[in-house]
């Protein structure tokens, strides 16, 4: 009897511990996903540890979104908010898409010069030929199209919208240009304008002109032509009389080894021998150097500082980077009354000279890079102004179009070069012809320009 519970007793404990074997391959707590939907109590039970919840007291949660009773969301447009109109809402849908506009190769072009009576400057940009401008009063010009009212030119103020969609803006030097499509609803009927709004600028003076011109007039192609187009020309001679500087007779060149390969410092000097000038030119040509080079140099801004040069002109605008660097020589050179001139060459990044022109507007800027460009698209060969090698150096015949330049804005044109200059006259009048005597000079049709106020 005895051995017969001493074997039950020993088959219990085998069971009890199986039972444990087999709990233990299980997890010992347990919870819910989500910790603040319930709490989690312990408790033991014949299979080992295990969890109770206990009641929470919030809301229990759902694997589904809750209903809301938000308003619908309002879809999203390509409307653009600006301080002049408010936001279009969902009500002002831009039916203007479904539209037919005039195409950008339907037209033939022509360029229209507007003079801004006050300033001096002038906007010239391009515009279909058909249109015609008739004056309305001193500021003002109605644009018309087969005897139709099509749009206006204005330095006024252009009306407030209704609303407003989609934009672009275009940055050139001397120029900020913004075009917006607008809704305006006059008289109970909505219409659809393309709106204009051209800044030209220079030194610390500028106008703004605004145009507005039927949606249908032009399409995305023909008003990107329009901006392309349109550029700011200069009054006449803006940069400051010798007579107002410093009085110092010495005029200084700063760049890399263009200044060196164009010869630009021999060719100027040697225009000023030739007549009898007393002023002089220092061209400093550094390899490799670009404005931070100069404004890192201590013998340079010194020489600035102590009033040695009537006037600087500063190549090296490779990046934006450094035209940040400029503020140095614009210290100096406002320390000495030295006038400093942006003066880029050839090679040098066209985003880093624009953003160099608008960042420092009262400062004065030649465009030498660009000259050499209007020169190539006339048709004059781009090998005339280049060097073959890697980094394209600029000839003797680019640096006499720069010395050219500097000449004409400081004392008029030039006066005609000596057997010591670095061409002979007969080869710059057979690359460059009647340049030689008008210069940069923009020769537009009287037909072609109008004078607003």
């Given at each position: 009897m005895k051995r017969l519970v001493s074997v039950m007793l020993v088959f219990t404990i085998l069971l009890a511990f199986s039972a444990c074997k087999n709990s233990s391959e299980t997890p010992l707590i347990t919870t819910t996903e989500s910790a603040t939907a319930s709490q989690t109590e312990l408790s033991i039970t014949e299979s080992g540890l295990s969890s109770v919840k206990k009641p929470s007291s919030k809301q229990p949660t759902s694997s589904k979104q809750p209903t809301t009773s938000k308003q619908p969301t309002t879809p999203k447009t390509n409307a653009v908010s600006t301080t002049v109109a408010p936001e279009p809402t969902v009500e002002d849908k831009p039916t203007y898409e479904n539209l037919s506009c005039r195409t950008e190769q339907s037209i033939i072009w022509r360029t229209v010069q507007i003079k801004h009576g006050s300033t001096g400057m002038s906007l010239s940009v391009d515009i279909p030929n058909d249109w015609q401008l008739s004056p309305s009063g001193k500021?003002?010009?109605?644009?018309?199209?087969?005897?139709?009212?099509?749009?206006?030119?204005?330095?006024?103020?252009?009306?407030?919208?209704?609303?407003?969609?989609?934009?672009?803006?275009?940055?050139?030097?001397?120029?900020?240009?913004?075009?917006?499509?607008?809704?305006?609803?006059?008289?109970?009927?909505?219409?659809?304008?393309?709106?204009?709004?051209?800044?030209?600028?220079?030194?610390?003076?500028?106008?703004?002109?605004?145009?507005?011109?039927?949606?249908?007039?032009?399409?995305?192609?023909?008003?990107?032509?329009?901006?392309?187009?349109?550029?700011?020309?200069?009054?006449?001679?803006?940069?400051?009389?010798?007579?107002?500087?410093?009085?110092?007779?010495?005029?200084?060149?700063?760049?890399?080894?263009?200044?060196?390969?164009?010869?630009?410092?021999?060719?100027?000097?040697?225009?000023?021998?030739?007549?009898?000038?007393?002023?002089?030119?220092?061209?400093?040509?550094?390899?490799?150097?670009s404005v931070e080079t100069f404004a890192k140099n201590t013998e340079i801004c010194n020489e600035i500082a102590s009033g040695r040069y009537c006037y600087v002109f500063i190549c090296g605008f490779y990046s934006t980077y450094v035209v940040g660097q400029l503020v140095s020589i614009i210290d100096v050179c406002a320390a000495s009354g030295t006038s400093l001139v942006v003066f880029p060459a050839h090679n040098e990044s066209q985003s880093a000279i624009e953003d160099a022109v608008r960042t420092y507007r009262n400062n004065r800027f030649l465009n030498w890079k660009g000259e050499i460009d209007a020169l190539i698209e006339s048709g004059i060969s781009y090998d005339d102004f280049c060097v073959n090698d890697y980094h394209k150096h600029s000839t003797p015949l680019a640096g006499y179009v720069g010395a050219h330049m500097i000449y004409r804005t400081l004392f008029g044109n030039p006066p005609a070069l000596t057997a010591s200059a670095p061409l002979t006259n007969q080869y710059v009048n057979s690359k460059l012809g009647e340049y030689i005597t008008s210069g940069g000079e923009i020769k537009g049709s009287k037909d072609n320009l109008y004078t607003i106020y």
């Open positions: 500021n003002t010009f109605n644009i018309l199209r087969a005897g139709k009212n099509i749009g206006v030119i204005t330095t006024a103020a252009l009306p407030k919208a209704s609303a407003e969609y989609e934009s672009l803006d275009k940055f050139r030097i001397y120029l900020e240009a913004y075009t917006q499509i607008k809704r305006y609803t006059e008289k109970g009927k909505d219409t659809y304008y393309r709106c204009f709004q051209f800044e030209c600028y220079e030194g610390s003076e500028s106008f703004f002109l605004n145009m507005r011109i039927l949606y249908t007039e032009l399409d995305d192609g023909a008003v990107s032509n329009m901006l392309d187009s349109s550029t700011t020309i200069l009054k006449e001679n803006p940069f400051v009389p010798l007579s107002q500087t410093n009085g110092s007779k010495e005029i200084l060149i700063l760049g890399n080894s263009f200044i060196s390969t164009s010869k630009i410092g021999s060719f100027l000097n040697d225009m000023l021998s030739s007549s009898n000038s007393e002023y002089r030119v220092n061209a400093v040509s550094i390899g490799m150097a």
